[in-house]
Every structure is written in C-alpha cells, then in structure tokens.
C-alpha cells in the first residue's frame, strides 16, 4: 500500500531554517510528484509547493517563494522541504502529499501523518 | 483570505443531505481547472474524497458527490452520518496566482 512516511516534529526559534523529510513508499517516485501543504494552529490549508518526483521541477506559492526550497534524493526516494528565516508565522503542521494529475490540475491522493514545525523563542 | 469561498460551518441531522459550496472565480474553477474535495477529521491528516469535479476515489462511499457549474464547485452528502462530522475543503489552480489554492474550509457537524 502507499504511504509518505514524514520526519518528527521540531521546535526552532525566530529566524531558523527548518527541513522535513517525506519518503514515499509503494510506487515508484519518479513517477509522480510531491506537493507540500501546511495548516496553522485551528487554520485552513495553505498550498506551498510541488515538485517533480522525475526531474526535480519545483513550482511555489508566490508568498513563500523567497524563503522556500523543495527539493528530492531520487536515490533515497525522499522528498525534502526547507523553509528559512523562521518566525511564529510558521508555526504549523506540514503535511507532504503524492500530486496526480487529473484532466486539468492535480489532487492529492496520499498523505503523510504531517510534522510539527514550532517556532518560538 | 482564499480565493476559494466555502461556507465556514454547516449542520444536519444524521440522515439528511447538507451541500457545502465552494465559490472561486474566473482565474480558477471559472478557467476550467478541476475542482477536488478533501475531508480532515478532527487531529488527522486530509484525505481525498472527490477528485477531478465528480470521481470518488476507491473506497469512499456513493453518499459523497460532486458537481462544478461556472465559476462554483459543491459538494453534497446525502444520508448524513456521525461519522462525516469533520472539515471540508476544495481545492483547485488559479493561474492568477501561478499555484493551487484551498478553499477557507467548511466544518460539518452532526447534530
């Protein structure tokens, strides 16, 4: 069965990167890709990314794209996300997700268990 | 704010069917770009109940079905049970903003 195994919850403080890992199983990875989403404390879900599983192709979210780095180890099978210049803002759980494509986008077909991510001095 | 509206809470009594609406606009749902529905039970990650506009993913029940008109997608849950108590999002891609976009989310409750 496919599951997205995602890396333990952190705590950093104002101005710290973060990197998560999500390593998919139960396909092949450069088949599809894999898109980042996070969900801030009693929010919604906010889309940030999307990147290849074939050649490593990223597209962001216009609000982080300055501070936001996808990238995969085709070699590991593993997703990684990096944001930088953490502050409270960005305190959430990130969740990764396998994109499919359908006839006209994406949809999100298998979850990680997402990770914690807390910023806070 | 999102660019997809959804109602921010619906209610219905187990049995009955509730529609939760999701309104975009012509850079998104009104561009032709699918709409996709997901549930996220309380404390859990999100799960993918209708994709491309009207499909359901093997495993989820027939009372789940979408529908996508113009610039608004619904979807609707007819024989409500307990179980469905959760929050309700739609997803789509603006080209607008160059990226996918969630709707606000619609928590569903049964009374």
């Known amino acids: 069965q496919i599951q997205l195994v995602q890396s333990g919850a952190e705590v950093k403080k104002p101005g710290a990167s973060v990197k998560v890992s999500c390593k998919p199983s139960?396909?092949?990875?450069?088949?599809?890709?894999i898109t980042w989403v996070r969900q801030a404390p009693g929010q919604g879900l906010e889309w940030m990314g999307w990147?290849?599983?074939?050649?490593?192709?990223?597209d962001y979210a216009q609000n982080l794209q300055a501070r936001l780095t996808l990238t995969t180890d085709t070699s590991t099978s593993t997703a990684y996300m990096e944001l930088r210049s953490l502050t409270s803002d960005d305190t959430a759980v990130y969740y990764c997700?396998?994109?499919?494509?359908?006839?006209?986008?994406?949809?999100?077909?298998?979850w990680g268990q997402g990770t914690l991510v807390t910023v806070s001095s | 704010q999102s660019v997809l509206t959804q109602p921010p809470s619906l209610s219905g009594a187990p049995g009955q069917r509730v529609t939760i609406s999701c309104t975009g606009r012509?850079?998104?749902?009104?561009?032709?770009?699918?709409v996709h529905w997901y549930q996220q039970l309380l404390g859990t990650a999100p799960k993918l109940l209708i994709y491309?506009?009207?499909n359901r993913p093997s495993g989820v029940p027939d009372r789940f079905s979408g529908s996508k008109s113009g610039t608004s997608a619904s979807l609707a849950i007819t024989g409500l049970q307990a179980e469905d108590e959760a929050d309700y999002y739609c997803?789509?891609?603006?080209?607008?903003?160059?990226?996918?976009?969630f709707g606000s989310g619609t928590k569903v409750t049964v009374l």
């Open positions: 997700a396998r994109a499919t494509s359908s006839n006209a986008g994406f949809h999100y077909d298998y």
């Open positions: 139960g396909y092949t990875f450069t088949t599809s890709g």
């Open positions: 990147i290849s599983g074939y050649n490593g192709n990223a």
């Open positions: 012509s850079s998104n749902i009104g561009a032709g770009f699918d």
């Open positions: 491309g506009n009207n």
């Open positions: 997803q789509s891609y603006d080209h607008s903003l160059s990226g996918y976009v």
